[in-house]
Structure formats: structure tokens, C-alpha cells
């Protein structure tokens, strides 16, 4: 096992010291690569993808506003190996923030909506991957022309 | 007819701190002849009965009910009675429970727990008692429902131990101070949720969590506090919205 690594030295002291000396509190010694941490880690390093899709997507408007020869140039570059693969990266990502989300969303439910109960869980996941595949594929209709 | 019980060597690397005499944790090995049926507790008895009488921890009931001995093991929060030895291989770690100050041994200080604990008011708070003679308050059993799950938590604080929230921000409520929170907010004779959303909607509390799901992942009680949570959040909001609109809050 790894060495331990301390928490917050004041995670979980109480607002007056007690009388006797303690030792300093220690962070889970799984966190942040071992276990389930690993899959909570990955979620929210997917920000930093999401960060940098929004840097390429603000670049390609700005090429937008440059005229055609810097859009057809823009659209060249992304032709690139690397832009595809991070666009795969992106895709790997969404799908699986997606998953993850939809796998906590319906525990995270009230009790009651208005004078409802919600649905059970299965409906929930039915609903938002129906709505996710469906999403997706009128996304995948309008860019292949099939639709406007 | 004798009953021939077969025990098998473990060797367990535990955690020892002595406030007199130690700056800093140090581990200490024992070598236990386990029984195949034994719980980690139990070999723990066994170090503190027959070999070493100085080794501190917490226990009580035996029975996954007071929730006195979680631990970490191997790396995990363990409830120890209910932690099965036969799970391990041939080496078992056992330490205190990860982001709380030590006090001795696997001995942990839970002042801190108790603080935030008593800060949600985890009671039934009403405007006006009712008297005696008009009789209990009563509850449908959908009603009942509706909280169940969460009051079956028995303050173990494992799920404190997993939180990647609880080792950053010492301000954080914790996981099982909220569920219990929104446990008595949830309870159809509570009329306390406003004081309760108040502290929800403080600083460190409800909007802290960021949904890692371990306090649930290893509560012994399938108690699910990461729902709690997350319903708590749900819930002052609406409140606070509430609050916003109508003329005397949400009161």
C-alpha cells in the first residue's frame, strides 16, 4: 500500500482541541487512483476536455468570421490526426460522463415531485438513453443533409 | 465427539500511536491463528486478549448496530465486526478510519463528527407539541417510507472516512450528518426543514458534495447517503426558491 498522505489538518477536529494529543488525519489511502476514486477522477478530469473543446470551437468561429479561405483552411487542419483523436477523446468522454451521470441521476430524486413519487429508476433510464440516442440521431440526420 | 476447528496464520500489520511517546503513527505485525468463520473484530480480540493487552480500538455490540468498530482495511472503511477475515489473503492492514485525528492506536477523535452531527438538529422539531391526551402522531406507511432508508444509519462514519470532500474542507457537514438532516426533513411530524435548509444552505454543507458516491459504495447499512445528500440539495433549493417568492418565506 502507499505511504499515507495527510488530509486537511483540520479535517474532522472538533472547534475546541480535546485535552489529549492527536495525530493528524490521513486521506483515504485509495484517492485518488485506486478503487472507485479512480472512475470519480476520471469524471471530473473530463472538465479539462470539455475546456479545450470549447477553446477548438471558439477557434473555428473565429476562423468563421476570417473569410473562406480561413475557414476551408481551419477545416483542413482538423482533418489532422490529432484533432481526430481528440475528438475521439471528447467522445469517449461525453459518453462516459453520460453514463455515470445517468447511473446516479435517479437516486438523486426527492421523494416526492409535487404530489408525485417519481418514477422508478428503470424509467428514468429508459427515458434520458432514449432521449440521448434520439438526440444523436437527429444530429447525425442534420449534419448528413438528411435534414434542412 | 470433539468438534476439531481449523484455524489458518494471518498476519495482521496494525496501526499503533501512543499520544505519550510517539510523534507519528508507526504499524506493528501480529501473527494470528484466524478461524475461517472469524470477523477482522474477532482478531483483534484475539491480539488484545492473548497477545499484546496494550492495543487500542473501539467496539461494542458485535452486531453491525452500534457502530463502534469501523476501521480501515486494507485501505477500505470496514465496519470490523461485519468484515469477513476469509476476504483477505494472508496479510490484513488494519488502521484507523482515513481523514479523522487519532487518538490512540485505531482509535479515532469523532468530536468533530458530533458537532456537525447536532448541527442539522437531528430531531423531531414542531411548532406546537401537541398534549399528551390528544394521542401519537401518526404515519402512514407511505409516509414512512419516505425517510426509512435513511434513519437506518448508525453514525459508523465510514462514509467520512471515503469522502474525497471530507479530507479537503474541514467546514463539510459529511455525509451522514446530511442524510440524518434530510431524514427529519423527510419525516411527515417534522416541521423543522426551514432551520434545517438554513444550515443545508450554508457554507460546506449540501452544495460541497460533488456526488463521488463513495459514502454509499461503502456504507455497511445500504443506508445510500449520497442519495440523502443529493435529495437535500434538491430540496433547498427549493426552498431557498421558495423563500424568494412567497411573502413569509418558505416558513
Known sequence: MRPDVPAHPHAMQPSKPGSTRTAPPMRPAKFPAGGNYLRYMLFDATGIVYMLAGLVALGIVWQLGNGEAAWAAQMQRLSNPIYVLFHLVCLASVIFVGVRFFSLFPKAQPPRIGPAKPPPAVVFFVGLYGAWIGITALLVAVLAGGIF | ?251
Open chain 2, 1 to 251: 465427539m470433539s468438534i476439531s476447528i481449523e484455524k489458518h496464520k494471518k498476519t495482521f500489520v496494525v496501526t499503533r500511536f501512543d499520544p505519550d511517546k510517539d510523534e507519528v503513527p508507526k504499524t506493528q505485525t501480529y501473527e494470528v491463528p484466524c478461524q475461517d468463520d472469524w470477523k477482522v473484530l474477532d482478531a483483534l480480540n484475539f491480539i488484545k486478549d492473548e497477545i499484546d493487552p496494550t492495543l487500542s480500538y473501539r467496539w461494542s455490540c458485535r452486531m453491525e448496530v452500534c457502530g463502534s468498530c469501523g476501521m480501515s482495511v486494507n485501505g477500505e472503511p470496514k465496519l470490523t465486526c461485519k468484515d469477513p477475515i476469509k476476504s483477505y489473503g494472508d496479510t490484513i492492514e488494519v488502521a484507523p478510519l482515513a481523514n479523522f485525528p487519532v487518538v490512540r492506536d485505531l482509535v479515532i477523535e469523532f468530536d468533530g463528527f458530533m458537532e456537525k452531527f447536532q448541527s442539522v438538529k437531528p430531531w423531531i422539531i414542531r411548532a406546537k407539541e401537541k398534549a399528551a391526551e390528544e394521542g401519537t402522531y401518526r404515519q402512514t406507511p407511505a409516509e414512512l417510507d419516505e425517510f426509512k432508508q435513511f434513519s437506518m444509519c448508525i453514525n459508523c462514519m465510514l462514509c467520512y472516512a471515503a469522502c474525497p470532500v471530507v479530507a479537503n474542507e474541514p467546514e463539510f457537514l459529511g455525509p451522514a450528518a446530511i442524510t440524518l438532516g434530510h431524514r427529519y426533513n423527510s419525516d411527515s411530524r417534522d416541521e423543522g426543514a426551514a432551520e434545517r435548509n438554513q444550515v443545508f444552505r450554508g457554507e460546506g454543507t449540501v452544495f460541497s458534495c460533488s456526488y463521488a458516491n463513495e459514502c454509499s459504495e461503502v456504507c455497511p447499512k445500504d443506508v445510500d447517503p449520497a442519495a440523502a445528500v443529493n435529495q437535500a440539495k434538491f430540496n433547498a433549493v427549493i426552498d431557498w426558491a421558495t423563500s424568494l417568492v412567497l411573502p413569509r418565506g418558505s416558513k
